[in-house]
């Protein structure tokens, strides 16, 4: 059996272990079924990985249903029970002291997003130094209120997808798993296999220049940057490129840019259309096109699904012009 870490939204941060690099450890192996340790059926269903950014799945749901490999979710009421751990804290929020202790979890939140942002190898994450730096950071959360609703009830819902795999005869399968999720899986199932070392490929690089403009900084090159986008043949490294224009001030090559990535197929990855309609809005309001941006803004909101930060950007876009904040980034 082979059990491979999801980092969701972290993904961005990791150079050799983006969305692309994932999906490359998945087709290493050709499976017929890819079992998902962290989704409920109903969740899977739902699509409910869109709205937690999870960009591992925004690769794997598609080229699944492109090779006809099933995606089965085996986690019993996974998402209803990870909601617990925000409902623990807003309830722990009224309590007497409990903003301290809020603090306490979100200093033990913040060090364990600081780990998983550190670039790795993909055959990092199964190695026992890996591992035993985040069980260790795990445990304090544990230690703070223990198993249960603090802890998105992570050993129990574990605890059932091991014994799933059991009942499945799963060897020789490969399962992905949410990377705080991971350690306790593994606790339950043993000796299993990991991300192996993988040449990257182009599709991997490609990825990881779009995952840096996505969180583009001020420290970086951005010239350089630009040139490395321009050389991507996607859509969403053009939408990109706009955005590099727009942070720079350069609105008008930024709507000339996204303009004519809206001519072309702008469909996937799935967060693409709503995030390139919404920005093309602002640009227009920026351009003095108001009827324009109108449109751009309602294609977002006629969606049947875009990211909640692009039907934000939509509404208020439809209610007023869109205006830069005094000494504000568009990004």
């Known amino acids: 059996m082979i059990v491979l870490p999801s980092l969701g939204p972290l993904h961005l941060t990791q150079p050799r272990y983006n969305a692309v690099s994932l999906l490359r ?10 079992y998902l340790a962290s989704y409920s059926p109903e969740g899977l269903g739902a699509k409910v990985w869109r709205d937690q950014h999870d ?52 200093e033990a939140d913040r060090q364990i997003v600081e780990y998983l ?43 059932a997808v091991a014994a799933r795999l059991a009942e499945l005869d799963a060897d020789g399968s490969v399962v992905l798993v ?19 070392p993988l040449e990257p490929n182009e599709a991997e690089r490609a990825r990881a220049v779009m995952d840096r403009a996505w969180r583009l900084e001020e420290d970086d090159a951005w010239g350089n940057l630009l040139a490395q986008l321009m050389e991507i043949d996607e ?9 590099v224009y727009l942070a720079a001030g350069q609105a008008e090559d930024a709507a000339r840019l996204m303009e004519e990535v809206s001519r072309g197929d702008f ?26 941006a109108l449109r751009a803004y309602r294609g977002v909101l006629a969606l ?15 209610r007023a ?11």
């Open 321 to 331: 012009p869109f205006r830069p904040q005094p000494e504000a980034e568009i990004r």
């Open 117 to 159: 942002t550190v670039p790795r190898l993909p055959e990092e994450y199964a190695s026992e130094g890996f591992l035993s730096g985040l069980r260790e950071r795990l445990h304090v959360v544990r230690e703070l209120a223990g198993e249960g609703p603090a802890t998105g009830f992570r050993e129990e819902r574990m605890a």
């Open 178 to 196: 949410d990377v705080l999720d991971y350690p306790v899986l593994l606790e339950h199932l043993g000796a299993v296999g990991g991300p192996v």
């Open 25 to 34: 450890q998945i087709e290493h192996h050709r499976p017929g079924v890819v």
């Open 267 to 292: 469909s996937k990855p799935e967060y693409l259309p709503g995030y390139l309609l919404a920005r093309l809005g602002q640009l227009y309001d920026l351009t003095g096109q108001r009827e324009r």
């Open 235 to 243: 859509a969403e490294a053009r939408f990109l490129a706009a955005q």
């Open 55 to 106: 960009l591992a799945m925004f690769a794997l749901e598609p080229w699944a249903a492109l090779r006809g490999v099933l995606l089965v979710a085996l986690g019993d009421r996974a998402e209803a029970l990870q909601a617990e751990a925000e409902h623990f804290l807003e309830y722990l929020g009224s309590m007497p002291r409990g903003e301290e202790a809020k603090q306490r979890f979100a």
């Open 304 to 318: 049947s699904w875009a990211p909640a930060e692009a039907r934000e950007i939509a509404l208020a876009g439809v």
